[in-house]
C-alpha cells in the first residue's frame, strides 16, 4: 500500500495519533482505551520528560487516513541505571502490514543511531507506570486498564523485522473469594509479632508525607533488580501520589511498616474498572465519568497493582501477610476474581499464586534488536 512516515508535534497531530488505537480496535471486544486526556499528558506535560526525550511518528495512507503510530523515546537515566546504550519504542499501534510496522520502527532506530545508541527495545514507556509489552497470549482476555492490548500479528511482525524476546512476562487468574484458612491467619499474626511489624491504616498513608515518602522509598528499593526498571524521580512520585493514593481503598490496600515507621512490604489493589473504559471510549465527559465511578462502586474483580518488599525483607515470607490481609476482607465481599500485573516469568515470587486456584491469563513480550 501507498503511505508516508511524517513526525508529528501539533496538538491537533498528538489527538489524532492518541485516538488511533480506537479505530484500530474498533471492532475488537477486548480493547481497552485509556483515557484521551491522559494520554496526551503523558506524552506531553509527563514529569518524566524533566529527563527523557520524545519523539512522535505517524503512517499516513494515500487518503490521509492514519495507518500506523509509534513513539521514540530517549530514557538517559534507564541508559546510566542499566549501563546500556538503547532507544524505546512505544505506542506502538499498526495496520497488518509488516512494511508499515517496519518503516515507523525504522523512525526510532534512525533517531537512535544518530544519538549514539545500539539497541532499540520496546514497547515500553518513560518507566513501568506506563504500559508496555506486545500480548502474545490470552488475546481472548480483556486487560486491566494499565496494560496494553494488541492484535496477534504485533508480535508476529516485529518477529519478521529482527526482534527478539528481551523479557516475557505472564498475568494470571486467580478465585479472589475463597477465603483464607486459620492456620494462615495465625502464621501471619505470628509474623507480625515476630518481626514487629504492624499493618498501616491506608488514612495515615494519605495524610502523613513521612509514609508516603517512605512508601515510595520502599517502591524503588523493592523493583531496583527488574528489567527496565529505574527509580522514580521527586517529580514522578509526585504525580503518581496525587493521582493515585486518594484513590486507595482500605479493603484493598495493605501497607506493612516496621518499628521505625519504614515500609517492610506493601500488597496495592485497585477495582477492575476495564468494562467502564470500555463503555467510556476515552472521553471522561459528557458519560465516561458515571460508568467509571459507578464500576469503581460496584466490581466482582480486581486488579493486583502493585506486589513488593522491602530488599531487606525479601525471602522473609511477610508478603504472605499483604496477601491474607486482602484475602480475608474479600471473602466477605462480592469480589471473586483477581487479575495480577505482568510478572517476569522467571520470578519466583510467582509460586506464591500455587495455593490459589488459577489460571493463566495473558502473556507478553517487550523485544529487542540491535541497531
Known sequence: MNFAIKEISTSKEIKEFVKFPHKLYKSS???VPVLDSDEIRVLTNSPS???AKIKLWVAVASNGEIVGRVAGIYNPRSNEYHNQKRIRFGWFD?????EVAGALLECVEEWGREIGMEQIHGPLGFNTWNRQGTLTEGFEN???VNCLYNYPYYSQILEELGFEKQVEWIQIKLRADGG????????????????????????ELKRDPKFLNNFFKSYNQSFRDIDNFIPLTESEVRKIAKDYIPKLRKELTCIIVDQQDNIAAFGVCFPNLSKSFQKAGGKLFPF???????E???????????LGAAPEWQNKGISSIYHTFIATNLERGTIKYAITNPQAEDNSAYKVWDRYGYEPYMRRKCFIKDI
Request: aromatic share 8%; hydrophobic share 40%.
Open 29 to 31: 471486544k477486548q480493547y
Open 49 to 51: 520528560l524533566e529527563y
Open 94 to 98: 499498526h495496520i497488518d502490514s509488516r
Open 142 to 144: 480483556t486487560p486491566p
Open 180 to 203: 483464607v484458612p486459620d492456620k494462615i491467619k495465625r502464621i501471619n499474626q505470628l509474623l507480625l509479632e515476630k518481626h514487629k511489624l504492624r499493618i498501616l491504616d491506608v488514612e
Open 288 to 294: 465516561g465519568i458515571f460508568h467509571i465511578l459507578r
Open 296 to 306: 469503581f462502586r460496584n466490581y466482582d474483580t480486581i486488579d493486583l497493582m502493585i
